[in-house]
């Protein structure tokens, strides 16, 4: 274990990051922008939108572009820059070799036409998800939107003309634990909710849970996961969105829901790995969703930890939340391959998800992986492993990373979150 702060949920990788904007005129004259390891791009005038320069120090800072992911879940590899153009190539998982994650910021071109080229993409994980696939940009890390992204099959070049001075790029929105840390506190002053450590990461970083509605026997437990793969943001704005609507008060659906069931919420099983940027695994190198069948105290704590809090607790339903490379529209896993899948299995999986479809235009019944051979379900999967351990109703919900003709994004999976609660109601009665 690493000295990281118990209790803390702050980003500890990250060194405070510093541009030559912090520097004094005559301090940046004197050490230049190498200084702290930094590298910038001299560039020719903006074009665009600009601010006056009040001197001649501000005007040659104005020449730089600066790009970092010196940011919680930031991953990328800065080998190049000419002008507004950067040279990028995709970092590995902190303790494994796969790639496809990225998310940095860019400083310094505002109105300018930036050309971000990540020269290495052909050798992700999945290169051919890239086809037809458009960047995400933001800000503030608030607001979300599409910039112009080409594949050629091996370079990705992401074009944009940013209106303000600093702008982040990611795979998927991302969502920084600092923003989860802000959820907590909210939910933690609701009378509704429990906010309860049930374990640390490899790091030490606290695993937290949500506990939603009055514990008592006989009531369906439902449970939702989000993140056992870091780079999976999509997970963490679903979860948003459905603890959210669970906190409002005068939400019929949301009532009923914590009248009649209690709601168990881990909203990011894997807290290193979406601190350290990575894209599937946690700070051990180990993918979670394959270790179900038999975590290991040292290497996955984290599922041993949800793991035990399920069997204390008991589990009538499982939705684990992931997102999905190459798909376009919202879907969901069954265990079909499971040794005691059955009939009334079938028939929960059926129900839930048509009721899904059916509230939510983003997401189809229609679409999954095709079923394991009956007895051949792999049990290290998550939903796989719960819905073998407690016969229930349990489902993998796979979200794109692709906007897909819904205009997929942030705001769309926690609309599914929101609506996928109605879902659950529906299904509640059958449950057991
Ligand atoms: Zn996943």
């Not at 791009?41 to 001197?55: K, L, Q």
């Not at 902190?94 to 080229?117: M, N, P």
């Not at 800000?139 to 209106?163: I, K, N, S």
Request: hydrophobic fraction near 35%.
């Amino acid at each position: 274990m690493s000295s990281f702060p118990a209790g803390s949920l702050r980003c500890c990788r990250c060194p405070s990051c510093s541009s030559p904007f912090d520097l004094s005129a005559a301090e940046y004259r004197r050490n230049g922008p190498a200084r702290r390891g930094l590298r910038h791009v001299r560039d020719t005038p903006a074009r665009g939108p600009t601010i006056a320069p009040r001197s001649p120090a501000l005007r040659g800072m104005m020449h730089f572009m600066h790009v970092d992911a010196d940011l919680c879940g930031g991953s990328i590899v800065v080998t190049g820059h000419h002008g507004a153009e950067a040279e990028l190539s995709l970092r590995a998982d902190s303790a494994a070799g796969i790639r496809q994650w990225f998310h940095f910021r860019v400083r310094g071109a505002r109105g300018r036409h930036v050309e971000l080229t990540i020269h290495d993409a052909g050798e992700a994980m999945h290169p051919d998800a890239f086809h037809g696939y458009r960047a995400l940009a933001s800000y503030d890390l608030e607001r979300w939107f599409r910039v112009p992204t080409h594949f050629d099959g091996r370079r990705l070049v992401l074009q944009h003309r940013p209106e303000h001075d600093t702008v982040h790029y990611s795979y998927f929105a991302a969502y920084p634990l600092d923003r989860l840390a802000a959820l907590l506190s909210v939910v933690d002053r609701s009378p509704r909710a429990r906010v309860l450590p049930i374990g640390a990461s490899v790091e030490g970083r606290p695993i937290h849970i949500i506990v939603l509605g009055e514990e008592h026997p006989g009531k369906p437990r439902l449970w939702i996961t989000g993140r056992q793969h870091p780079g999976e943001t999509m997970g963490s704005w679903f979860v948003e969105g459905a603890l959210v609507r669970l906190l409002a008060e005068d939400d019929l659906v949301t009532d009923t829901l914590l009248h009649e069931a209690v709601v168990y919420v881990v909203p990011i099983v894997n807290p290193d790995g979406s601190t350290r940027g990575n894209f599937r695994t946690n700070a051990a190198g180990r993918d979670l969703n394959r270790e179900w069948q038999a975590p290991s105290d040292e290497l996955s704590p984290e599922v041993a930890s949800v793991r035990s809090a399920m069997e204390q607790a008991g589990v009538d339903l499982f939705l684990d939340v992931h997102g999905d490379e190459h798909a376009d529209v919202a879907f969901a896993i069954g265990c079909a391959g499971n040794p005691g899948y059955s009939e009334r299995l079938y028939e929960l999986e059926r129900r839930f998800t048509r009721s899904l479809a059916r509230r939510d235009g983003g997401f189809s019944s229609e679409l999954d992986y095709g079923a394991d051979d009956p007895g051949k379900g792999d049990l290290r999967i998550g939903n796989n492993w719960v819905g073998e351990r407690f016969d229930c109703l349990s489902m993998t919900i796979e979200m794109p990373f692709k906007e897909g003709p819904s205009g997929f994004g942030p705001d769309r999976a926690a609309e599914l979150g929101r609506s996928s609660l109605e879902a659950v109601l529906e299904s509640l009665g059958a449950l057991r």
